[in-house]
């Protein structure tokens, strides 16, 4: 059984339009492998048994189907440089979630972009978050903010535009999307 918030997620996530997504750490879960999901989930801050950890994973992948529909929201997500660099797992679980980034950012609707270590400190520093916005123009966009204490939905205008700047500012931040893949693919070519 999931926990309620995140079937609160998964509903909003499903319906939305766009999904603009900032993740320092981690790939982020609509872009995550099989293998890749597995090693975060049993290395995660929360200790989980095997069932509970494969569970997790079925979720995680029952929700990046959203991605194969149709009318498929668009994706936007930036990381932090760090996330390419860090190898979860092996290098073979690392060197395939790398290559599923970079034939992600291929298909349409979907961008990736990375900041470079060189831009330094960014409008980042916060924390990882998710920006939903919806087709409907009477629905409000909704910023969600994962913790270990709980999940967090900001709706009013104040912080949905304060995060909507912090993304903007990342996104100059960052690589222009085709020099981020090109990033992606050279270092895919020479994990080791």
Do not use: C
């Not at 059984?1 to 981690?26: D, Q, T």
């Amino acid at each position: 059984m999931l926990p309620n918030p995140y079937e609160v997620y998964i509903g909003l996530e499903g319906g939305a339009a766009s999904i603009r997504n900032f993740e320092p750490v981690v790939v982020p879960g609509l872009l995550q492998t099989a293998d890749y999901a597995r090693e975060i989930f049993r290395n995660g801050p929360i200790e989980l048994d095997p069932d509970e950890v494969e569970r997790l994973l079925e979720v995680r992948l029952a929700r990046q189907e959203i991605l194969a529909r149709d009318e498929r929201p668009r994706l936007w997500a930036v990381i932090d440089e760090a996330v390419i660099h860090r190898v979860v797992g092996s290098v073979g679980v690392m060197r395939g979630q790398l290559r599923h980034l970079v034939e992600s950012a291929q298909q349409g609707k979907t961008t990736v972009q990375v900041v470079p270590y060189r831009a330094g400190a960014h409008a980042g520093t916060t924390g990882p978050f998710v920006i939903l916005d919806f087709p409907e123009p009477t629905d409000p966009a909704v910023v969600y903010v994962e913790t270990l204490a709980g999940d967090i939905y900001l709706e009013e205008r104040s912080d949905v535009n304060r995060y909507t700047l912090a993304f903007d500012r990342l996104r100059a931040a960052s690589l222009h999307p085709d020099d981020s893949v090109q990033l992606i693919e050279r270092l895919a070519r020479t994990l080791r």
